[in-house]
């Protein structure tokens, strides 16, 4: 059971909720602001460090699980490829990646799709139509890249009136308004669908499964992927 047996976990990200496992999980994050906000106010007794996801502070074959929500997301294609190699160095030989990953269906749903369940009651909540329409501005097959400014702007486009939304959903508008945070941030994000970041897992990992999992909205697309290493011969 992780975080029960002495086993070295390593998180990517400062997500407050694992801080549960106690002093052995290191939490990374390239954000000092992220680290302080969530992992410090977690109270946790597990490490925070702030680094590079792609050049980790971390001897190789040291930690036995790498774990993720949503971090595999939080980069581009591009640096997510060297992400996943720097996890692959870090990882013990019976090591395994266990992250949760927001991903696009294979098919692009329409504005309407989206206008319906929201005009419905069926969007969830803000995050989930969020990322709805971000998934949804992927019109390029080949891309799975976004910024997150453009989020911002795909989702003032669509619903430009947000005391409109608030009205007709119900929402608070102090949460609708988080999306500002994007305005001329340089950050992009990735939203492969779940057949690409299952191809690309298989490049370091001898074994990936997809594990549903949750009933929170947009839970369908945000399957649990445990991935491992294979055991090297002595």
């Given at each position: 059971?992780?975080?029960?047996?002495?086993?070295?976990?390593l998180l990517l990200g400062s997500t407050a909720e694992y801080a549960a496992l106690g002093p052995t999980i290191?939490?990374?994050?390239?954000?000092?602001?992220?680290?302080?906000?969530?992992?410090?106010?977690?109270?946790?007794?597990?490490?925070?460090?702030?680094?590079?996801?792609?050049?980790?502070?971390?001897?190789?074959?040291?930690?036995?699980?790498?774990?993720?929500?949503?971090?595999?997301?939080?980069?581009?294609?591009?640096?997510?490829?060297?992400?996943?190699?720097?996890?692959?160095?870090?990882?013990?030989?019976?090591?395994?990646?266990?992250?949760?990953?927001?991903?696009?269906?294979?098919?692009?749903?329409?504005?309407?799709?989206?206008?319906?369940?929201?005009?419905?009651?069926?969007?969830?909540?803000?995050?989930?139509?969020?990322?709805?329409?971000?998934?949804?501005?992927?019109?390029?097959?080949?891309?799975?890249?976004?910024?997150?400014?453009?989020?911002?702007?795909?989702?003032?486009?669509?619903?430009?009136?947000?005391?409109?939304?608030?009205?007709?959903?119900?929402?608070?508008?102090?949460?609708?308004?988080?999306?500002?945070?994007?305005?001329?941030?340089?950050?992009?994000?990735?939203?492969?669908?779940?057949?690409?970041?299952?191809?690309?897992?298989?490049?370091?990992?001898?074994t990936v499964e997809i594990m549903r999992c949750g009933a929170y909205p947009l839970a369908e697309r945000c399957?649990?992927?445990?991935?491992?290493?294979?055991?090297?011969?002595?």
């Amino acid at each position: 059971m992780i975080g029960t047996d002495g086993s070295r976990c390593l998180l990517l990200g400062s997500t407050a909720e694992y801080a549960a496992l106690g002093p052995t999980i290191i939490s990374m994050d390239a954000s000092f602001s992220m680290i302080s906000a969530l992992w410090r106010s977690a109270d946790s007794s597990g490490l925070a460090v702030q680094s590079d996801w792609t050049s980790m502070p971390v001897g190789p074959r040291s930690i036995t699980h790498v774990l993720g929500d949503g971090s595999l997301n939080a980069v581009s294609t591009s640096v997510l490829t060297d992400v996943l190699q720097e996890v692959s160095r870090v990882l013990k030989p019976e090591g395994s990646l266990i992250a949760r990953v927001f991903c696009r269906p294979a098919s692009a749903e329409s504005a309407d799709d989206i206008e319906r369940d929201v005009r419905l009651g069926r969007a969830g909540n803000f995050h989930a139509l969020k990322w709805r329409i971000a998934m949804a501005a992927l019109r390029d097959p080949a891309s799975s890249d976004i910024a997150v400014s453009a989020i911002r702007d795909a989702v003032v486009a669509q619903y430009p009136d947000r005391d409109e939304l608030c009205r007709i959903t119900g929402w608070n508008r102090a949460e609708i308004d988080t999306l500002d945070v994007y305005d001329g941030s340089s950050v992009v994000y990735n939203f492969p669908t779940e057949a690409a970041i299952f191809a690309l897992l298989q490049r370091w990992f001898a074994t990936v499964e997809i594990m549903r999992c949750g009933a929170y909205p947009l839970a369908e697309r945000c399957p649990l992927l445990v991935a491992r290493r294979p055991i090297l011969a002595m």
